[in-house]
């Protein structure tokens, strides 16, 4: 379930719902719309072998809010089926994140593209490893034409990443992005505060 209206639904992900044809409903709709229709492809290839996998995002979706009354409740809930196949790589390997880091980085991609890239490495990482700066672009799709302004575009980002993350451990080195072992963001709460 998506929530009662779509205020609420934006609401939580700290959005204002705004109407006419620029406005943050009508984009967001679209964005949604083309994310549960999207198949999702990882591939891996070495001299050996190659693998891919398809993940369907959603099965079936329903959107039921009006873009001209954002606040007014539904006869149905707008719901989202994830694909059998995605559902299960979320369950197998779940990786928590914040939702408040992710209001706080949503004006930055790049940022919330390495947020979540960084929790998900750190929840497996067990030694230091240097991430040179052409396979991190790949892995979070930047596309610039020289590898010096993706990396001055990324040490900005990783330094909003920061004040959201304060517990990642990492240097930006000339030869890449160095990672230390470090707990995923969501968790790392100490025991007194969780309950």
């Not at 089926?81 to 930055?108: C, M, N, W, Y």
């Not at 034409?145 to 993706?150: D, I, K, W």
């Not at 909003?160 to 890449?176: D, H, I, K, M, Q």
């Amino acid at each position: 379930m998506l929530g009662p209206t779509l205020s609420r639904f934006m609401g939580d992900l700290g959005l204002v719902p705004t109407g006419g044809r620029w406005g943050s409903i009508p984009r967001l709709q679209a964005q949604l719309r083309k994310l549960f229709a999207c198949r999702v492809y990882c591939t891996f290839d070495d001299r050996r072998s190659s693998l891919t996998a398809a993940l369907e995002v959603a099965s079936e979706y329903q959107l039921w809010w009006d873009p001209k009354d954002p606040d007014q409740a539904t006869l149905w809930q707008s719901s989202v089926t994830l694909g059998e196949a995605f559902f299960k790589q979320i369950i197998d390997h779940p990786v928590p994140i914040d939702k408040a880091a992710l209001r706080a980085l949503k004006r930055s991609p790049l940022a919330l593209d390495l947020y979540v890239w960084m929790t998900h490495r750190f929840s497996y990482l067990d030694r230091a490893t240097v991430i040179p700066w052409a396979a991190l672009g790949a892995q979070v799709g930047a596309d610039y034409a020289e590898r010096r302004f993706f990396k001055r575009k990324a040490a900005a980002a990783l330094a909003r990443v920061l004040t959201v993350y304060p517990e990642a451990r990492f240097e930006v080195s000339e030869r890449g992005l160095l990672l230390r072992p470090s707990p995923t963001h969501v968790g790392t709460l100490p025991a007194a505060r969780r309950s």
